[in-house]
């Protein structure tokens, strides 16, 4: 009885004073754009394109990147993942004239000054426009990544979705912040 | 047990009891199917609600836990405030950590004791309904939802149906009393009138009463066949009481027969007994139980030779053996000491109407004053003889002493004479002698001795002719008082004792003085003593010895009349003793056993004794030795 009660505290100490938490784990804190790669991927879960957007049932999803291309190795990490009966592709050097082929597209911070045009190139082509700068959902992205206490949130124009013809679940709108504009 | 329970009762009782129990056992189980069902379906109404709850949950929160979003995820649980059962819920992430609770207000429960995720579906543990789901993307599993509700409304409704089971078995049961109280009757009731219609038969004997018929069902049947019973027995009464009435007239007769017949047994004056073949009294009459001194009653069974004479067997002359042995008529005269006296018993033989012997009677008659009678003429012819017997022997002994006396008379005469005439001569002859012997003193020896034989002849002739004249001559004595020992001292000297003879002189010196004349008393003595030595002639012991007796002690022998006190002296010898034949002449005259002697000393012996008042006696044993014993009275 006495070992067994004297394990047992042990153990319970040495939960106390672990550095982390039980549901944290020792993995350093991702960045930023780790993040972002994760959720433009869960993104991709909770939306769904229209069926002519895709030429057979197993087209993949792609995401490319517009501009400064940080995001590019993480993106890379989740080219190959699925969802639903999809996998999701990552296509480099993306250009204006090539941006229609994407089914993602992430428009970086330098690109605000090319936002109008960009968004004018992908009008009318069902593709999910992502940024990560403060403005670009009022300014028609359809998400937008932003820092609120430290923590990734993301806003969602919803008459840019519905230009681009994407059916974005309720669960996702109920944990975003929905805007409005232009 | 119940149903012991239940043989107790009464019908009525039993059969409420039993209908009471049918009705509540029914309700009873109708009442738990019915909780039991409701338990079941609500609880899976429950669990499915729950499940259902569960899964639009996890369909909700698929984004918040992808987005990592807590705040979604908690306010989203916060919707199940509405429902007022779930106390809990949480959502764990995809590695198990918890990533968003709710607790109901009021929960004490801690965010740590959530339980780790467990596998998907409901389950109730701990008065809880537990659910674990999973959350779904697509295929993947991202998460875990969890709720527990509590069972409180399903424990209410429990209740509140446990509570209408028991008013409805309540209500139920009370409804069937009272309608089995009622409906019962008509079952009991005829069973009841019947009952009470036989307590009323069996404790007045009224067989004439009917149960009345109610139903044509078994009671029904039942009371019919009570009344015919009842018909028959009241028939079978009838007929018992019409016979009874002639048995008691019988036996009434018979009692007055037996009466009559036992006072008339009663009535004999002579004892009567009957007995049977093993001699056991069957009866006796009043006079044979008198005479047994016992109550007839208490005679019946004894043997009767065991009542009769007290004795274990019959007697040798037992009648009724003889009867028993030949069948007839027999009869005994017998003396019982039971019965007091003498009777003749007749017995004659008791038969069977077949003709077999199964007894006696036995009849006696009292013949004890005819044997009183015949026993006192007996005894007064013996009386009479003996009379004849003493009066014989006294003429005869009368006879004796005349012609003793007559003897003596002849002889007194005739030895008066004689001595008186022989004395002179033999006195003359003393003299010569004298004469010769002093003058022929230088004669030879043989002269000298002659002489001598001469003058003892001579004496002992003067001693004859001496006796012959005191026998002839018996002088009244002169009495003086004198000493015993004295008497007897003087004797002694008087007398030539031989050498071989011992007198031993026991005289005592105290004795009283006697009153007799020394003289006559000492010649008796010394002729006692000469003869004691004679009888001695090879020597031996002389013994002379005297007591003081009072008259009851002494030998009624030697009883002397008018007397109380006497002196008894003994002259003992040791000789050849005195044959008996001649013990009865020793006391005649001229009866002698010595070669020298005419047989008058004893005679004189006596005679001088009874003149001084006293008694003589002799004991002689052959062998060994005579005693003469003189009595003397001590005067007043």
């Known amino acids: 009885m006495l070992p067994r009660l004297l394990t047992i505290s042990t153990f319970l100490l040495a939960m106390a004073y672990s550095p982390g938490s039980i549901y944290g784990g020792e993995k350093p804190k991702p960045t930023d754009y780790e993040v972002k790669a994760a959720y433009i991927y869960n993104?991709?879960?909770?939306?769904?394109?229209?069926?002519?957007?895709?030429?057979?049932?197993?087209?993949?999803?792609?995401?490319?990147?517009?501009?400064?291309?940080?995001?590019?190795?993480?993106?890379?990490k989740i080219e190959g993942k699925s969802t639903g009966d999809r996998r999701i592709g990552f296509k480099r050097n993306t250009s204006l004239e090539t941006l229609r082929e994407c089914e993602i597209l992430f428009i970086d911070n330098s690109q605000m000054g090319k936002l109008d045009k960009i968004l004018?190139?992908?009008?009318?082509?069902?593709?999910?426009?992502?940024?990560?700068?403060?403005?670009?959902?009022?300014?028609?992205v359809t998400i937008n990544f932003y820092l609120e206490n430290n923590k990734m949130r993301f806003e969602i124009n919803l008459q840019a979705a519905n230009r681009a013809g994407l059916k974005i679940r309720s669960n996702l709108l109920n944990i975003a912040k929905i805007v409005t504009g232009p | 047990?119940?149903?012991?329970?239940?043989?107790?009762?009464?019908?009525?009782?039993?059969?409420?009891?039993?209908?009471?129990?049918?009705?509540?056992?029914?309700?009873?189980?109708?009442?738990?199917?019915?909780?039991?069902?409701?338990?079941?379906?609500?609880?899976?109404?429950?669990?499915?609600?729950?499940?259902?709850?569960?899964?639009?949950?996890?369909?909700?929160?698929?984004?918040?836990?992808?987005?990592?979003?807590?705040?979604?995820?908690?306010?989203?649980?916060?919707?199940?405030?509405?429902?007022?059962?779930?106390?809990?819920a949480a959502i764990y992430a995809k590695d198990g950590s918890v990533f968003a609770t709710y607790q109901r207000?009021?929960?004490?429960?801690?965010?740590?004791?959530?339980?780790?995720?467990?596998?998907?579906?409901?389950?109730?543990?701990?008065?809880?309904?537990?659910?674990f789901q999973g959350i779904i993307l697509d295929t993947e599993r991202i998460g875990t939802i969890y709720i527990r509700s509590n069972m409180k409304r399903l424990i209410s409704l429990m209740m509140i149906y446990g509570a209408a089971s028991g008013v409805t078995l309540l209500a139920v049961i009370v409804i069937a009393y009272v309608l089995l109280s009622k409906w019962q009757k008509v079952i009991t009731e005829p069973i009841l009138d019947l009952s009470r219609v036989m307590n009323t038969v069996s404790k007045d004997r009224n067989y004439s009463l009917k149960a009345d018929v109610y139903s044509e069902d078994e009671i029904g049947s039942l009371a019919k066949g009570f009344n015919e019973m009842l018909e028959q027995i009241r028939l079978r009464d009838m007929q018992l009481r019409t016979e009874i009435v002639e048995r008691e007239r019988a036996a009434e007769d018979l009692k007055q027969a037996k009466e009559e017949w036992e006072r008339t047994f009663d009535a004999i004056i002579d004892p009567v007994m009957i007995a049977d073949n093993e001699h056991k009294i069957i009866k006796v009459n009043k006079a044979m139980a008198d005479k047994l001194g016992i109550s007839p009653a208490n005679a019946e069974g004894l043997a009767c030779y065991n009542a009769v004479h007290g004795t274990d067997e019959p007697p040798l002359f037992c009648p009724h053996t003889a009867l028993l042995a030949d069948g007839l008529t027999h009869s005994a005269e017998i003396y019982a000491e039971h019965l007091g006296g003498y009777y003749i018993v007749s017995v004659s033989p008791l038969l069977t109407p077949q003709g077999v012997v199964y007894g006696a009677v036995h009849y006696a008659r009292d013949i004890t004053e005819r044997k009183q009678a015949e026993e006192s003429v007996r005894r007064m012819n013996e009386e009479l003889e003996q009379k004849i017997r003493e009066r014989t022997k006294l003429l005869l002994d009368a006879q004796e002493e005349l012609v003793r006396k007559e003897k003596l008379s002849i002889l007194g005469q005739l030895s008066g004479s004689v001595g008186h005439e022989l004395r002179n001569p033999l006195g003359v002859m003393s003299n010569a002698i004298y004469f010769l012997k002093s003058v022929m003193t230088d004669a030879n020896e043989t002269v000298m001795e002659y002489l001598d034989i001469i003058k003892h002849e001579i004496d002992n002739s003067q001693r004859i002719i001496t006796d012959l004249l005191d026998f002839a001559r018996t002088k009244s004595p002169q009495v003086k008082t004198v000493m015993v020992c004295a008497l007897i001292d003087g004797t002694l000297s008087r007398c030539s004792v031989p050498e071989n003879v011992e007198i031993k002189n026991e005289i005592p010196e105290t004795l009283?003085?006697?009153?007799?004349?020394?003289?006559?008393?000492?010649?008796?003595?010394?002729?006692?003593i000469c003869n004691a030595v004679q009888a001695m002639q090879e020597g031996g012991t002389l013994q002379i010895s005297a007591r003081h007796v009072r008259g009851p002690e002494t030998d009624s022998r030697r009883v002397i009349q008018g007397h109380e006190e006497f002196i008894e002296i003994s002259v003992t010898d040791a000789g050849n003793g005195i044959l008996p034949e001649n013990m009865k002449k020793l006391f005649q005259p001229l009866f002698t056993t010595k070669a020298k002697g005419i047989g008058l000393g004893l005679t004189v012996c006596k005679n001088l004794t009874e003149a001084n008042g006293g008694r003589i006696g002799v004991e002689s044993e052959l062998g060994k030795g005579t005693t003469f014993t003189v009595t003397l009275p001590i005067e007043g």
């Open chain 1, 43 to 76: 993104f991709a879960k909770f939306i769904d394109w229209p069926q002519s957007r895709f030429p057979d049932r197993n087209a993949n999803i792609d995401v490319c990147v517009l501009g400064n291309d940080q995001l590019g190795q993480y993106l890379a």
């Open chain 1, 120 to 140: 004018e190139a992908a009008n009318g082509s069902s593709i999910l426009t992502v940024g990560d700068t403060k403005g670009f959902a009022q300014r028609g």
């Open chain 2, 1 to 88: 047990m119940i149903a012991d329970i239940l043989k107790k009762l009464q019908i009525r009782h039993k059969l409420i009891v039993i209908n009471l129990m049918i009705t509540g056992i029914v309700v009873l189980i109708a009442s738990i199917v019915l909780l039991a069902t409701a338990f079941i379906s609500f609880r899976n109404s429950m669990q499915d609600n729950l499940s259902s709850q569960a899964r639009i949950l996890a369909g909700n929160s698929t984004a918040s836990l992808t987005f990592n979003d807590q705040k979604a995820a908690t306010e989203m649980l916060s919707a199940l405030k509405s429902s007022s059962d779930i106390e809990c």
């Open chain 2, 105 to 131: 207000s009021g929960e004490k429960e801690k965010l740590a004791a959530f339980p780790p995720p467990q596998k998907d579906g409901p389950f109730i543990a701990g008065n809880h309904l537990h659910i």
């Open chain 2, 512 to 528: 009283p003085m006697i009153k007799v004349d020394p003289m006559q008393m000492r010649q008796v003595f010394e002729n006692l």
